[in-house]
C-alpha cells in the first residue's frame, strides 16, 4: 500500500478496506490465541489465505498467544 497517497486523501475506500479486513483479522487471531488454522476456519477461508494477508498486513500472531 502506497503509505503517500493514503497521507493525501488519496484511494479513502482502498483505506477503509485496508483497515477493516486488518482489524477483522486481528479480532479471529485474538479469539482463536495467534492459531492460523483456527482463525482461518472462523473466517470461512483456508490457511493459506489466511497466511498471505497475516504477511500482507504484516501482523505477528505470536503476541496472541497466551502463556
Known sequence: ????KLETGENVLE???FDCEKAVLIHALV???????AAAKLLGTTKRILS????KYR???E???CG
Open 52 to 55: 498471505y494477508k497475516v504477511h
Open 1 to 4: 500500500m502506497d503509505d503517500a
Open 15 to 17: 483505506r477503509c478496506v
Open 63 to 65: 503476541q496472541f498467544r
Open 59 to 61: 501482523i505477528d500472531c
Open 31 to 37: 479469539r482463536t490465541k495467534g492459531n492460523q488454522s
